[in-house]
């Protein structure tokens, strides 16, 4: 099945932006890039084919299906095979058991513990987030700027501006 040059070079401009020309050598690219996928594919069902009819022919020997049917009167029935040694798998539907119920706890009480560390040793070795001086010269900030609106003109406009100075 071969990609529309249209389409593709619609989605191409619609994604980018970027005007391509049908003629463009990327269109080659692109047909290019299709054959050798669909090449690859091929190959790939090939084996898949082959592993598929091996598989097959496995359960057919260890007597967990009918023999194949012949080509082209359609798919045969492939029973589920027997369990080995002929007796069944055993399975559970309770709930957990009491052994299940103390390792989920205890594995519980370790991820509570370790996140708790975790957290301990964070705000242990963490540095605050400002230093002294930087809380001493924040403090001296607030104090000018609650200042500020309190001067005269002339001396207030004097300060804004070795303010603004860098």
């Known amino acids: 099945m071969a990609i529309d040059p249209h389409k593709l070079r619609t989605l191409v401009f619609e994604k980018t932006g970027i005007k ?32 598929s009819e091996q598989l097959a022919g496995l359960v ?5 299906a009918p023999p194949a049917a012949a080509p ?17 798998i055993a399975t559970s539907h309770e709930g957990f058991s009491r052994r299940e119920l103390r390792l989920l706890g205890a594995a519980a009480a370790v991820a509570v513990l370790t996140a708790v560390l975790v957290l301990a040793g964070q705000a242990l070795l963490a540095k605050p987030a400002l230093s002294a001086e930087q809380q001493a010269a924040l403090a001296t900030a607030a104090r000018l ?15 804004e501006a070795e303010l603004a100075k860098p």
């Open 20 to 51: 391509v020309d049908i003629d463009d050598p990327i269109f080659a690219l692109v047909a290019l890039n299709e054959a050798v996928l669909e090449e690859s594919v091929e190959r790939h069902l090939a084996r898949l084919d082959a592993a």
């Open 60 to 64: 057919r020997s260890a007597g967990g």
């Open 145 to 159: 700027e609650r200042a500020l609106p309190r001067l005269d003109p002339r001396t207030r406009a004097t300060l």
């Open 72 to 88: 082209g009167t359609g798919s045969a029935y492939i029973a589920p095979p027997a369990p080995i040694g002929g007796r069944p």
